[in-house]
């Protein structure tokens, strides 16, 4: 069975992004990166991508799920297919119709999807965010991959919207760089 990863990066304070969802915040350099385009070039944007030559190839996921708010950092800069070699589902209920054709619209229950999502054949599902989809799908999540950058920004989006039920994490992998980044791998115990 394919599993649920919210693959994302936060403050150390547990942000996500600023509260106008802005991520300039976060370091935009180091050594870090270059184990992150290797270990997930999916999850690197297609223009992005293109630019610094990373070859499009699916590693880890073969899926990916995102929230309105983050689906439309991408349009606010025209990206209406950031993931090309992913199957997208934007989740929204306030969106009439998907800005892409490649980008499919979910307003019903998303947490049935991901069950349906999860026992189709195929490489991982990669929840890309924000903190409200991931708090409504909480239940389904298997791992989460988390990028911590060394940098408090004191308030923004957090991980997660909204209050959840405590959730035990059993930390399976980590990596620290010497910049102060770290790749902290969890299971969530259920």
Known sequence: MRKLKYYIACTVDGFIAREDGSFDCFPMSGEHFADLFDSFPETIPAHVQKALGIPPENKQFDTVLMGRKTYELGLQIGLTNPYPTLKQYLFSRSMK???????????????????????????????????????????????????????????????FSRAIEPISLELCDRKIYGNGFMLLHYRLQK
């Open 97 to 159: 119709a998907s800005p892409d054709e490649n980008v499919k619209l979910v307003s019903d229950d998303a947490v049935e999807l991901v069950r349906e999502l999860k026992q189709e054949t195929g490489k991982d599902i990669w929840l890309c965010g924000g903190g409200e989809l991931a708090a409504t799908v909480v239940s389904e999540i298997d791992e989460m991959i988390v990028k911590l950058n060394p940098v408090v920004i004191g308030a923004g989006i957090p991980v």
